[in-house]
């Protein structure tokens, strides 16, 4: 009795189940219909009919299997599945922390012994990026202010020594403290009257400031040489000896992320870097308990724009050219993308995205068309699925004003 | 000559006030700076060019078939809408609660995509417009208006009034109460998703006006113009108030003669100087613009 009641309520649960199964594949079928008559709709008028009808066929096919996929396990779900997207830091790396950090180094020591020129200087132009990222994330992930002109800070420090080469004959050395300080006090200068405004306003402020920047260098012909920008700057010298070469500048920027990586990490668990933290979770709780908000506001910013200064006098000397193209808005999306990527707040993700999204393009020579429009996408995406980034943990930054 | 500049600033503030309006109106209900606008406003140059070809290559030219232009316009107004309602879907409506500034880096992302779609599909070089009109000069008071230029301040001005009586309809009063507040809104029986689509409809439809008047005003259309002419309109936002719609007028035909009488008598290099001037002046003096209140910010 017992048994039959059961086999009963199994069946009539099966049919309900089927039911449901039945009509919400007919609603997927709709719903597919839909979202692929409307993509094909919007694919229209840039592509003509042909392709739109494509689009169609793709996505009213795909979209079902796709669906199916889904089911079995959230988006969000699958990426985390993913062994890329784990929630990992340093410390899941153990080896990295104990003898094995050694020969780490040692190997990127000895790499320029093993390595093409081409991918040397992939290499070198990824660790200035790499510096420009872990300045940007010291405003953007450790202080929560959205940054996006940082592409002037790093143009302040290219056009200072490209100045000071090329009309005072200042060699390297002496002049890459002063790009940075010179980076630095513009950064400070543009802080302390933007520190004002609420979050989005101050991302306007500083995108402003950089465009305004760079119309000022295009436009300052007797001092910038405007579009055609300034060429001929000197590589850095040692003892009279030029050391022009690209095995040097490889070491020179090794060591110089190295060394910031070093600088930051210190300065993260300090005093200023929990306030920074402090502020960036909650400014009100932060200077309720006494966090002097914005003096540490503009720590951040003079601390932050200091490496887009050393980067940029890097930049112009491996260049040996610059010029206003290299400092567009898109250069500071392209950075702020960089610290998102690797995770917010997080410093060897502001590495790792550096690295990540300088060398994808070199190596997928045949997308390189494709690379801004991949990078829009991937910043929508990122927002959407994992707003923290690859290495940024799982429950991620907020990033406020 | 002054007035001269007078005239051609109302033409450009014009056209500013319209994409401001896109701006202001998402400002106001969803407090994001909806960077993706201007690219609505470059598509709709584009879409612009786009359909005038497929009339002219029907037979229909604007001289033989004057309904042509009309109907490109609104061609372009029903596509910039559904672009500007997907966008909205697709990159925002997700991170709704999201911190406040994950939506403006998605933002800047379609922007990008936009633009790089663009150039990719219609190529990196300018288009023209495909034939001129409107040339015509108009002789007034010595000054030197071409029937374009009066026909652009009009139709701003119609448009402007347009969505000024929209505001008093019942969708409009919804408009008004969630951007007041989005849970009141919710509470009294308005739905507010339909409410926010509305209003990125309405924008991109605004934007895409303003994209073919300038494109038939200039003549050629680039991909990168929606950046440059989006900042310019929420500059113009700004400057009137952000949130408040006669502030984004006001804000736009302010702009618009600022930056024509700076470049007829300062320096025309540094044209797009002024408008990024204007911007941190207003932001730093009085960052609630002209016509905008104060508004508190809540803990």
């Known amino acids: 009795m017992k048994g039959v009641v059961q086999d009963q309520a199994r069946s009539s649960r099966k049919s309900i189940a089927q039911r449901a199964r039945e009509s919400a594949g007919r609603s997927v079928m709709l719903r597919s219909f839909f979202i692929a008559a409307w993509a094909a709709l919007l694919f229209l008028p840039f592509h003509g009919i042909r392709s739109a009808l494509v689009l169609f066929a793709g996505i009213f096919a795909g979209l079902p299997v796709m669906q199916s996929a889904m089911r079995l396990g959230g988006p969000g779900e699958w990426m985390q599945r993913l062994p890329g997207f784990r929630a990992f830091t340093l410390r899941s790396f153990p080896f990295l922390r104990t003898s094995a950090l050694p020969v780490f180094l040692l190997a990127l020591f000895v790499l320029p012994f093993t390595l093409k020129d081409y991918y040397l200087d992939v290499l070198v132009m990824s660790g200035i990026y790499m510096l420009l990222a872990l300045g940007l994330n010291v405003i953007v992930g450790f202080t929560g202010l959205l940054n996006l002109g940082f592409a002037a800070f790093y143009a302040i420090g290219a056009y200072t020594y490209a100045l000071l080469n090329t009309k005072f004959g200042l060699g390297f050395w002496p002049s890459l403290p002063l790009s940075a300080v010179a980076a630095t006090l513009s950064g400070l200068l543009l802080a302390v009257p933007a520190l004002r405004l609420r979050g989005d306003y101050l991302a306007i402020v500083t995108l402003g400031f950089g465009e305004i920047l760079r119309i000022v260098l295009n436009n300052w012909d007797s001092l910038t040489n405007g579009p055609n920008g300034i060429s001929g700057i000197a590589p850095p010298f040692l003892f009279g000896i030029s050391l022009g070469s690209l095995n040097f500048y490889y070491y020179l920027v090794l060591g110089l992320v190295l060394l910031s990586v070093l600088i930051i990490r210190r300065v993260k668990s300090s005093r200023v870097g929990r306030a920074w933290i402090a502020i960036r979770e909650n400014e009100i709780a932060a200077s309720s308990v006494g966090v002097n908000v914005t003096r540490y506001k503009l720590y951040a910013f003079a601390f932050g724009t200091f490496w887009a200064g050393i980067a940029g006098a890097l930049f112009a000397a491996k260049m040996r050219f610059v010029s206003p193209e290299s400092f567009t808005f898109m250069e500071s999306v392209f950075i702020l993308s960089m610290v998102i990527l690797g995770g917010i707040g997080n410093i060897y993700g502001a590495l790792a995205g550096a690295f990540i999204l300088v060398l994808l393009p070199e190596a997928l020579r045949d997308v390189q068309m494709y690379r801004m429009l991949l990078l829009g996408a991937g910043l929508v995406l990122l927002m959407i699925f994992r707003p923290q980034g690859i290495l940024g943990g799982r429950k991620g930054v907020r990033i406020r004003g | ?297 809540k803990v």
Request: glycine share 12%.
């Open chain 2, 1 to 297: 000559m002054l007035l001269q500049q007078l005239i051609n600033g109302l033409t450009l503030g014009g056209v500013y006030a319209i994409i401001a309006l896109g701006y202001t109106m998402v400002y106001g209900i969803l407090e994001l700076i909806n960077f993706a606008h201007g690219e609505i406003y470059m598509l709709g140059a584009y879409l612009g060019i786009i359909f005038l070809g497929i009339f002219t290559s029907l037979g229909l030219t604007a001289a033989n078939f004057p309904l042509a232009l009309l109907l490109t316009v609104l061609m372009t107004v029903l596509f910039c809408s559904a672009y500007g309602f997907t966008m909205e879907k697709v990159a925002y409506k997700p991170l709704r609660n999201a911190p406040r500034l994950s939506p403006l880096i998605s933002a800047i992302g379609v922007s990008i995509f936009l633009q790089n779609y663009v150039m990719l599909t219609q190529g990196a070089t300018d288009k023209v417009f495909p034939y001129r009109y409107g040339e015509t000069h108009i002789r007034f008071l010595s000054v030197d208006l071409t029937a374009l230029q009066a026909a652009i301040i009009i139709t701003s001005a119609l448009l402007m009034t347009g969505l000024h009586l929209f505001q008093k309809t019942r969708m409009g009063k919804a408009m008004r109460a969630t951007a007041q507040d989005k849970t009141m809104a919710a509470l009294v029986g308005i739905n507010v998703d339909t409410i926010i689509s509305m209003t990125f409809i309405i924008g991109a439809g605004l934007a895409a006006v303003a994209g073919i008047m300038v494109a038939s005003y200039y003549g050629i259309v680039n991909y990168s113009i929606g950046y440059m002419a989006g900042i310019k309109a929420f500059t113009a936002a700004v400057l009137g108030g952000i949130g408040s719609i006669p502030g984004a007028m006001l804000g736009g035909i302010l702009l618009g003669l600022i930056e024509s009488i700076g470049a007829a008598y300062i320096s025309s290099e540094y044209k797009d100087v002024y408008a990024f001037i204007v911007l941190l002046i207003i932001l730093l003096i009085r960052p609630s613009g002209i016509l905008g209140g104060y508004s508190e910010e």
